[in-house]
């Protein structure tokens, strides 16, 4: 078992202390209109390399970019960061939702979707030898829609294939239960489905469901905002025996196409640099907090080297 990080496949114990949902670089103009000409990648490098070059310096060796095709995925400069920062950073192949889908996700088959990001984890992304890590994808609120419905099929067929994870963008419990439906309808285990934004899902028998058929919970929205009502949540996994399935992040960075320099950047620092000491002054043990920030994703990204 490997992970496939933008610059080859590494041991998984070489990922280290990770960060498994962040953003370098988004573009919400739609996908009928998102070009790489929208933005100068040398300014994106130089903007966001002291973002990066501070995590490392906090300890921090892992980096899942979750920003999907027609939102602004861009491998080569997420190869280029990753080689300036030392830091292992994952790639993505998948669909997101509307309006950021291609005319080509409404015409494709399951099959043709799930053989397109077969492609892109085994050859590589777009042309470049830059091969996605993991597979990520959206689901609206509620029940799930048609053509959501196909792309989670195309990812869970996908998974299959390749062994690579799922990280779905899911911040509702009703769409996570179709979700993972879904995804054993097509022969997938839920340990290769990683729910993310469940910490914007209020009602906590959601939560649960999900850990007890096996997939990974993800509260990947930490800030200080948040740290009180996510170290709850936090808390009811560990006292429910969960805590091998639990992944933490804070969906920062944001480099904003469009915006001057990319408007207002959210550090990646506020995990380690703040809320881990949180956790530990709660009286969350330090075995806890290497088991959710190393462990854990090391063995959610696992796949098939």
């Not at 949540?233 to 091998?244: D, T």
Request: negative net charge; glycine residues 8%.
């Amino acid at each position: 078992m490997k992970i496939r990080t933008v610059l080859g496949d590494i041991p998984p114990e070489e990922f280290g202390l990770a960060l498994v949902h962040e953003h370098i670089l988004c573009d919400f103009i739609g996908a009928d209109r998102v070009s790489r000409s929208r933005y100068d990648p040398r300014e994106v490098f130089n903007v966001m390399m002291p973002y990066l070059n501070e995590i490392k310096q906090l300890g921090v060796s892992g980096f899942v970019d979750c920003t999907p095709a027609f939102i602004g995925r861009d491998p080569l400069l997420l190869a280029s960061l990753s080689k300036a920062s030392g830091i292992h950073i994952l790639t993505n192949t998948g669909l997101y939702k509307e309006p950021f889908l291609p005319k080509y996700a409404f015409e494709y088959s399951v099959e043709q979707l799930a053989n397109m990001w077969v492609s892109e984890i085994e050859q590589g992304v777009e042309e470049t030898p830059v091969k996605a890590g993991f597979v990520k994808i959206a689901v609206n609120p509620g029940r799930i829609i048609p053509i959501q419905r196909k792309i989670v099929r195309a990812a869970a067929r996908c998974s299959l294939s390749t062994g690579a994870a799922i990280v779905c963008h899911t911040a509702s419990g009703v769409a996570a239960m179709d979700l993972l439906n879904m995804v054993e309808e097509e022969g997938l285990d839920p340990a290769r489905v990683i729910v993310a934004h469940c910490d914007s899902e209020e009602d906590w028998n959601y939560h649960l469901e999900i850990l007890q058929r096996g997939a990974w919970v993800e509260y990947d929205s930490i800030s200080e905002a948040t740290s009180a009502k996510v170290l709850n949540m936090i808390r009811l996994v560990v006292e429910n025996g969960f805590s091998s399935r639990l992944l933490l992040s804070q969906d920062a960075g944001w480099y904003n196409v469009g915006e001057n320099k990319g408007g207002s950047i959210r550090p990646y620092s506020y995990l380690v640099k703040h809320f881990i000491p949180i956790m530990l002054r709660e009286g969350l043990s330090r075995s806890l907090v290497d088991q959710v920030l190393i462990k854990n994703p090391a063995q959610a990204f696992q796949i098939r080297g």
